[in-house]
């Protein structure tokens, strides 16, 4: 599986902005995926989980009532709408996909992972 994330981007502070992660050679059914970041300096850490019928999903206390993770398995394409946007969601943001139709939280459950794509939020 190759996954291919939407560019980021520069946003102020309150803004929003939706990634969009697209799945290429295997189909997404039956993967789980999720969202995660890294800031610099330091660790990647989970931003958002969604199971491959969207019916389960995880989002991190840290951006809980500001992200949204969806799927639209008919294009293989997961999104992160993240609305509210504040300096502290800098990062580079990933897509990753796992071999179980589960939700995780965890970095080592993901076996494909995307490029990463750059968010800044100016304040």
């Known amino acids: 599986v190759q996954l291919q994330a939407s560019r980021g981007g520069l946003v102020q502070a309150g803004g929003s902005l939706r990634l969009s992660c697209a799945a290429s050679?295997?189909?997404?059914?039956?993967?789980?995926t999720g969202w995660f970041r890294q800031a610099p300096g330091k660790e990647r850490e989970i931003v958002a989980s969604i199971s491959w019928s969207g019916g389960s999903t995880y989002t991190a206390n840290s951006v809980k009532g500001r992200f949204t993770i969806s799927r639209d398995n008919t294009k293989n394409t997961v999104y992160l709408q993240m609305n509210s946007l504040k300096p502290e969601d800098t990062a580079v943001y990933y897509c990753?996909?796992?071999?179980?139709?589960?939700?995780?939280?965890?970095?080592?459950?993901?076996?494909?992972w995307g490029q990463g794509t750059l968010v800044t939020v100016s304040s």
């Open positions: 990753a996909a796992r071999s179980s139709s589960a939700i995780s939280r965890y970095t080592p459950d993901y076996d494909y």
């Open positions: 050679g295997r189909t997404f059914n039956y993967y789980g």
